[in-house]
């Protein structure tokens, strides 16, 4: 029986096949290059970023070309008011989405491993982490911005319920 007070929260991590992705799969030796997060109970609709920017993601309806087989979700719960902080803190993204910008500088130093906080400049997993965080969903293992997609897996204690992972989601 689910728990109404609780809502779900899902993390996926994807593989693409461009330039980019091959080269942080290869540089990091690990299975996923990008990551996203949904605070929609349908996993519709997923929030990251990329060369864009502050993108919104709908992986089930769009297939970018570049995306590889193989995916992973990492699932848990969180209660309504921690839910409630992380649907404030996308809003506040989605308002001035136009005044963030991809970190390609952050990604680097992340794989240098030297922490950093760049004003309105994310990569993917350290916005997924930094959200996660500061929303009170998760005990982060290090800092976010020294996060890479894959280590999402294991880089977090889930503060309000077991992680459910389930691979080939999309």
Do not use: W
């Amino acid at each position: 029986r689910e728990n109404k007070s609780m809502k779900k929260v899902t993390i996926l991590l994807t593989r693409y096949s461009d330039l980019f992705g091959k080269f942080i799969c290869g540089i990091s030796r690990e299975g996923y290059s990008h990551a996203s997060i949904s605070i929609d109970s349908e996993e519709e609709i997923f929030y990251s970023f990329n060369y864009r920017g502050f993108v919104i993601e709908k992986p089930k309806k769009r297939a970018p070309k570049t995306r590889k087989q193989g995916s992973v979700c990492i699932r848990m719960q969180v209660p309504k008011n921690t839910y409630n902080m992380l649907q404030k803190k996308i809003n506040k993204f989605l308002a001035a989405k136009e005044k963030y910008t991809y970190s390609r500088l952050g990604v680097l130093l992340c794989l240098l491993r030297i922490p950093h906080k760049f004003k309105n400049q994310y990569f993917c997993s350290q916005f997924v982490a930094e959200i996660l965080s500061q929303a009170g969903a998760v005990k982060l293992k290090k800092k976010e911005s020294l996060y890479l997609p894959s280590q999402l897996i294991d880089g977090f204690e889930c503060l309000f319920s077991q992680k459910q992972l389930v691979y080939n989601i999309i």
